[in-house]
Protein backbone atom coordinates (compact mmCIF):
# COMPACT_ATOMS: atom_id res chain seq x y z
CA UNK A 1 0.00 0.00 0.00
CA UNK A 2 1.02 3.59 -0.23
CA UNK A 3 3.80 4.86 2.31
CA UNK A 4 3.55 8.49 4.36
CA UNK A 5 6.34 9.41 5.97
CA UNK A 6 6.98 11.76 8.69
CA UNK A 7 10.45 13.33 9.89
CA UNK A 8 11.74 13.50 11.80
CA UNK A 9 10.61 10.71 14.18
CA UNK A 10 11.11 11.73 17.41
CA UNK A 11 12.62 15.96 18.24
CA UNK A 12 13.25 17.77 21.94
CA UNK A 13 13.87 20.92 21.71
CA UNK A 14 13.95 24.13 24.14
CA UNK A 15 10.67 26.33 25.17
CA UNK A 16 10.27 29.14 22.77
CA UNK A 17 11.84 27.56 19.70
CA UNK A 18 10.24 26.83 16.36
CA UNK A 19 10.35 22.95 15.15
CA UNK A 20 9.34 22.04 11.73
CA UNK A 21 7.74 18.65 10.84
CA UNK A 22 7.37 17.24 7.43
CA UNK A 23 5.16 14.81 5.89
CA UNK A 24 5.75 13.42 2.88
CA UNK A 25 3.39 10.69 0.30
CA UNK A 26 6.46 8.57 -0.77
CA UNK A 27 4.09 7.19 -3.63
CA UNK A 28 1.23 9.16 -4.51
CA UNK A 29 0.39 12.33 -5.22
CA UNK A 30 -1.29 13.62 -1.71
CA UNK A 31 -3.61 16.95 -2.58
CA UNK A 32 -5.01 16.28 0.51
CA UNK A 33 -3.04 16.12 4.12
CA UNK A 34 -4.45 16.20 7.52
CA UNK A 35 -2.73 17.17 10.76
CA UNK A 36 -3.83 15.55 14.25
CA UNK A 37 -2.07 16.13 17.48
CA UNK A 38 -2.50 13.14 20.62
CA UNK A 39 -1.88 13.68 23.66
CA UNK A 40 -1.17 10.45 26.07
CA UNK A 41 -3.83 8.07 26.44
CA UNK A 42 -5.98 10.25 24.52
CA UNK A 43 -7.63 10.02 21.02
CA UNK A 44 -6.37 11.59 18.04
CA UNK A 45 -7.85 14.93 17.41
CA UNK A 46 -7.82 17.05 14.06
CA UNK A 47 -5.75 19.98 14.24
CA UNK A 48 -6.02 21.14 10.33
CA UNK A 49 -6.99 20.27 6.92
CA UNK A 50 -4.67 21.60 4.07
CA UNK A 51 -4.93 20.87 0.39
CA UNK A 52 -1.81 21.59 -2.16
CA UNK A 53 -1.78 24.85 -3.16
CA UNK A 54 -4.35 26.51 -0.71
CA UNK A 55 -4.76 27.45 2.64
CA UNK A 56 -5.20 25.05 5.46
CA UNK A 57 -8.62 25.06 7.17
CA UNK A 58 -7.44 24.56 11.28
CA UNK A 59 -10.39 23.17 13.68
CA UNK A 60 -12.01 25.47 16.58
CA UNK A 61 -9.54 26.16 19.08
CA UNK A 62 -6.19 25.61 17.06
CA UNK A 63 -3.85 28.55 16.68
CA UNK A 64 -3.43 29.28 13.28
CA UNK A 65 -0.53 31.69 13.98
CA UNK A 66 1.43 28.97 16.30
CA UNK A 67 0.65 25.85 13.91
CA UNK A 68 2.19 27.23 10.51
CA UNK A 69 1.01 24.27 8.08
CA UNK A 70 2.43 24.74 4.34
CA UNK A 71 1.50 21.74 1.61
CA UNK A 72 3.62 23.44 -0.84
CA UNK A 73 3.69 20.04 -3.21
CA UNK A 74 1.74 17.50 -3.99
CA UNK A 75 4.01 15.04 -1.79
CA UNK A 76 4.92 17.14 1.24
CA UNK A 77 3.53 19.24 3.77
CA UNK A 78 5.02 20.75 6.88
CA UNK A 79 3.88 21.75 10.03
CA UNK A 80 5.79 24.38 11.82
CA UNK A 81 5.00 25.07 15.68
CA UNK A 82 5.89 28.47 16.22
CA UNK A 83 7.25 29.36 19.75
CA UNK A 84 6.99 25.71 21.53
CA UNK A 85 6.09 25.54 24.88
CA UNK A 86 6.11 22.37 27.00
CA UNK A 87 2.31 22.18 26.29
CA UNK A 88 3.31 21.63 23.17
CA UNK A 89 4.50 18.14 23.82
CA UNK A 90 3.01 15.88 22.08
CA UNK A 91 2.38 13.03 19.41
CA UNK A 92 2.35 14.47 15.59
CA UNK A 93 0.52 12.25 13.20
CA UNK A 94 -0.20 13.40 9.52
CA UNK A 95 -2.44 11.85 6.74
CA UNK A 96 -2.47 12.23 3.28
CA UNK A 97 -4.69 11.22 0.36
CA UNK A 98 -5.90 12.41 -2.97
CA UNK A 99 -8.73 14.15 -4.10
CA UNK A 100 -12.03 12.21 -5.17
CA UNK A 101 -10.54 8.99 -3.58
CA UNK A 102 -12.18 7.29 -1.42
CA UNK A 103 -11.32 7.91 2.12
CA UNK A 104 -10.01 4.16 2.81
CA UNK A 105 -7.23 4.99 0.53
CA UNK A 106 -6.28 7.61 3.28
CA UNK A 107 -2.81 6.98 4.96
CA UNK A 108 -1.30 7.74 7.96
CA UNK A 109 2.47 8.45 8.85
CA UNK A 110 4.19 7.11 11.91
CA UNK A 111 4.27 9.90 13.81
CA UNK A 112 6.46 12.63 15.46
CA UNK A 113 6.22 12.45 19.09
CA UNK A 114 7.67 16.34 20.41
CA UNK A 115 9.28 17.04 23.80
CA UNK A 116 9.34 20.84 24.93
CA UNK A 117 11.57 21.52 27.99
CA UNK B 1 -21.01 12.45 10.78
CA UNK B 2 -22.68 10.44 13.38
CA UNK B 3 -21.57 9.47 16.79
CA UNK B 4 -20.08 6.33 17.75
CA UNK B 5 -20.01 4.47 21.40
CA UNK B 6 -17.00 2.13 22.30
CA UNK B 7 -16.53 -0.09 25.23
CA UNK B 8 -13.27 1.76 26.73
CA UNK B 9 -11.41 -1.63 26.64
CA UNK B 10 -11.30 -5.72 26.21
CA UNK B 11 -9.36 -8.21 26.83
CA UNK B 12 -9.33 -11.26 24.25
CA UNK B 13 -6.89 -14.52 24.36
CA UNK B 14 -4.26 -15.24 21.52
CA UNK B 15 -5.99 -17.62 19.20
CA UNK B 16 -9.60 -16.35 19.89
CA UNK B 17 -12.31 -14.52 18.00
CA UNK B 18 -11.91 -10.92 19.55
CA UNK B 19 -15.36 -9.12 18.77
CA UNK B 20 -15.21 -5.73 18.95
CA UNK B 21 -18.62 -3.69 19.22
CA UNK B 22 -19.79 -0.22 18.15
CA UNK B 23 -22.96 1.87 18.48
CA UNK B 24 -23.89 4.54 15.85
CA UNK B 25 -27.80 4.55 16.21
CA UNK B 26 -27.96 8.04 14.65
CA UNK B 27 -25.79 6.75 11.38
CA UNK B 28 -27.31 8.27 8.41
CA UNK B 29 -28.82 6.33 4.74
CA UNK B 30 -25.46 7.84 3.75
CA UNK B 31 -22.97 7.18 6.17
CA UNK B 32 -20.07 4.11 6.38
CA UNK B 33 -18.51 2.26 8.98
CA UNK B 34 -14.99 2.80 9.08
CA UNK B 35 -12.54 0.74 10.94
CA UNK B 36 -8.98 1.77 12.49
CA UNK B 37 -6.62 0.69 14.47
CA UNK B 38 -3.51 2.27 16.03
CA UNK B 39 -0.99 0.01 17.67
CA UNK B 40 1.09 2.03 20.39
CA UNK B 41 3.21 5.18 19.01
CA UNK B 42 2.22 4.67 15.48
CA UNK B 43 0.23 6.02 13.01
CA UNK B 44 -3.76 4.78 12.79
CA UNK B 45 -3.59 2.09 9.96
CA UNK B 46 -7.22 1.22 7.82
CA UNK B 47 -8.66 -1.91 8.54
CA UNK B 48 -11.87 -2.37 6.71
CA UNK B 49 -15.31 -0.12 6.18
CA UNK B 50 -19.03 -1.33 5.22
CA UNK B 51 -22.15 0.60 4.37
CA UNK B 52 -24.90 -2.69 5.44
CA UNK B 53 -23.85 -5.82 4.31
CA UNK B 54 -20.84 -8.00 6.32
CA UNK B 55 -17.98 -7.25 4.97
CA UNK B 56 -14.57 -9.55 4.85
CA UNK B 57 -10.90 -9.26 4.19
CA UNK B 58 -7.62 -9.83 4.99
CA UNK B 59 -7.69 -8.48 8.32
CA UNK B 60 -10.87 -8.90 9.56
CA UNK B 61 -14.92 -9.05 9.56
CA UNK B 62 -17.14 -6.54 9.50
CA UNK B 63 -21.03 -7.05 10.89
CA UNK B 64 -23.38 -4.67 10.31
CA UNK B 65 -26.91 -4.58 11.71
CA UNK B 66 -29.51 -4.98 9.75
CA UNK B 67 -30.95 -1.64 11.10
CA UNK B 68 -27.39 -0.47 10.69
CA UNK B 69 -27.35 1.28 14.30
CA UNK B 70 -24.52 -0.99 15.25
CA UNK B 71 -21.61 -3.07 14.56
CA UNK B 72 -18.79 -5.80 15.36
CA UNK B 73 -15.62 -6.05 14.22
CA UNK B 74 -14.12 -9.40 14.23
CA UNK B 75 -10.44 -10.44 14.14
CA UNK B 76 -10.99 -14.36 13.68
CA UNK B 77 -7.92 -15.12 15.45
CA UNK B 78 -6.48 -12.87 17.73
CA UNK B 79 -2.42 -12.71 18.11
CA UNK B 80 -0.33 -10.55 20.44
CA UNK B 81 0.47 -7.74 17.86
CA UNK B 82 -3.34 -7.12 17.89
CA UNK B 83 -3.16 -5.62 20.88
CA UNK B 84 -3.99 -1.96 19.68
CA UNK B 85 -6.71 1.09 19.66
CA UNK B 86 -9.49 0.38 17.68
CA UNK B 87 -11.58 3.20 16.73
CA UNK B 88 -14.84 2.69 15.03
CA UNK B 89 -15.98 6.21 12.70
CA UNK B 90 -18.92 6.81 10.73
CA UNK B 91 -18.97 9.13 7.82
CA UNK B 92 -20.01 9.97 4.15
CA UNK B 93 -17.53 8.39 1.85
CA UNK B 94 -18.45 10.24 -1.02
CA UNK B 95 -16.43 13.00 0.65
CA UNK B 96 -13.60 10.96 -0.44
CA UNK B 97 -10.21 11.97 1.05
CA UNK B 98 -11.66 15.87 1.20
CA UNK B 99 -13.79 14.66 4.37
CA UNK B 100 -11.86 14.46 8.16
CA UNK B 101 -12.03 11.21 10.25
CA UNK B 102 -13.13 12.07 13.38
CA UNK B 103 -11.88 9.82 15.67
CA UNK B 104 -13.89 9.00 19.14
CA UNK B 105 -12.23 7.47 22.44
CA UNK B 106 -11.75 4.08 20.67
CA UNK B 107 -11.43 0.35 22.36
CA UNK B 108 -8.08 -0.70 23.87
CA UNK B 109 -7.89 -4.46 22.83
CA UNK B 110 -5.33 -6.35 24.92
CA UNK B 111 -4.45 -9.63 23.85
CA UNK B 112 -3.06 -12.11 26.00
CA UNK B 113 -1.15 -15.16 25.83
Known amino acids: GAVVSQHPSRVICKSGTSVKIECRSL??????MFWYRQFPKQSLMLMAT?????????EQGVEKDKFLINHASLTLSTLTVTSAHPEDSSFYIC?????????????FGPGTRLLVL | DAKTTQPPSMDCAEGRAANLPCNHS???????VYWYRQIHSQGPQYIIH???NNETNEMASLIITEDRKSSTLILPHATLRDTAVYYC??????????????FGQGTTLQVKP
Open chain 1, 27 to 32: DFQATT
Open chain 2, 26 to 32: TISGNEY
Open chain 2, 50 to 52: GLK
Open chain 2, 89 to 102: IVRVRASGNTGKLI
Open chain 1, 95 to 107: SAGQQGQPPETQY
Open chain 1, 50 to 58: SNEGSKATY
